[in-house]
């Protein structure tokens, strides 16, 4: 199972960007995706995620009200909205899922099996 997340970049603050999570490989079965990003000299963090089933969603207080998590299942592809972006949403975005045991959303990390390889976003002041 591969993770494939794309469409960070170097943005102004106040811009916006969407980020894509696609999966490649064999069919697998998740209970959730979520993003998580990492800081430069910070440990790693939770953004957002969503249960496919049914499109419950959970966000981090930093993001409330600026980012819009969504899948589409049609095409096993998640996707972050991030509006407003500020320069401290600086970090390394990584797309993953969990197994396929239902259960709540979740911000933990451990939860997560599969893992995406990563997409820069750098927001500029």
């Known amino acids: 199972v591969q993770l494939q997340a794309s469409g960070g970049g170097l943005v102004q603050a106040g811009a916006s960007l969407r980020l894509s999570c696609a999966t490649s490989?064999?069919?697998?079965?998740?209970?959730?995706w979520g993003w998580f990003r990492q800081a430069p000299g910070k440990e790693r963090e939770f953004v957002a995620a969503?249960?496919?089933?049914?499109?419950?969603?959970s966000y981090a207080d930093s993001v409330k009200g600026r980012f819009i998590i969504s899948r589409d299942g049609a095409s096993n592809t998640m996707y972050l909205q991030m509006n407003n972006l500020r320069p401290d949403d600086t970090a390394v975005y990584y797309c993953?899922?969990?197994?396929?045991?239902?259960?709540?959303?979740?911000?933990?990390?451990?939860?997560?099996?599969?893992w995406g390889q990563g997409t820069q976003v750098t927001v500029s002041s």
């Open positions: 490989g064999r069919p697998f079965s998740s209970n959730a």
């Open positions: 993953a899922a969990t197994g396929p045991a239902y259960g709540p959303v979740t911000y933990r990390d451990s939860e997560y099996v599969y």
């Open positions: 969503i249960r496919w089933r049914d499109a419950v969603r």
